[in-house]
């Protein structure tokens, strides 16, 4: 009896949680063989058909050297795409570099160098619209020209390639 009295609002929360999902995805009235978009397709490689020229090295202390993001190969005027939804938070010069900054869900922050930015700070992304195109002369980088694709939460350096593996996993600072 007790364990019955429990899941009556339990049964409410999850009826209430899933009640907005079947006016959205069904409309149509269709047979439902079009399943919804997994979840793992929130995430998109903002070099199309790149491949890693130098991993994601966390600096063993907050100040100590490292390599603080991944870096995608690519070509001079290659459009970059931002990886997920998010508001451009940041688009302009660092140190001599042009830089773009995504803010997205969850504290999350991705940042993309060098790019010569066709978003504004405060512009609306989508994931895989395009934010700018690569310039060349990265550090390090071994071919003509090579993304620096940097993710954070907060002040923690995360890989950024961990969002592209699915299933997604919990992101946690590298040791
Ligand atoms: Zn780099």
Same mark, same amino acid.
């Given at each position: ?6 899941? $009556?609002? +339990? &049964?409410?929360?999850?009826?209430? %949680?899933?009640?907005? +999902? ?5 409309? !149509?009235?269709?047979?439902? %063989?079009? %399943? ?5 397709? &929130?995430?998109?490689?903002? $070099? ?23 870096? &995608? ?7 970059? &795409? #931002? #990886? ?6 940041? %688009? ?6 042009? /830089?773009? !900054? ?16 066709? /978003?504004? #700070?405060?512009?609306? /992304?989508?994931?895989? !619209? ?5 310039? #060349? ?13 940097? *993710? ?10 961990? *969002? ?12």
């Amino acid at each position: 009896m007790r364990a019955r009295l429990l899941l $009556v609002p +339990l &049964l409410l929360v999850a009826t209430a %949680a899933l009640a907005p +999902l079947p006016a959205v995805a069904g409309p !149509s009235g269709s047979s439902g %063989a079009t %399943a919804p978009a997994p979840a793992q397709a &929130l995430w998109t490689t903002p $070099v199309p058909a790149s491949h890693v020229t130098r991993p994601f090295q966390p600096p063993q202390n907050p100040f100590g050297a490292g390599h603080r993001g991944v870096d &995608l190969s690519g070509s001079p005027r290659t459009q970059v &795409l #931002a #990886a997920g939804d998010g508001v451009v938070v940041f %688009a302009g010069m660092v140190a001599g570099r042009p /830089v773009v !900054s995504i803010d997205h869900a969850d504290g999350l922050r991705t940042t993309y160098e060098p790019v010569d930015p066709s /978003v504004a #700070a405060g512009t609306r /992304v989508t994931r895989g !619209s395009p934010i700018g195109t690569l310039a #060349a002369g990265h550090d390090r980088c071994p071919v003509s020209a090579c993304l620096h694709w940097g *993710l954070r939460r907060g002040q923690a350096y995360l890989d950024p390639m961990t *969002l592209l593996r699915p299933p997604r996993v919990r992101l946690l600072p590298w040791r």
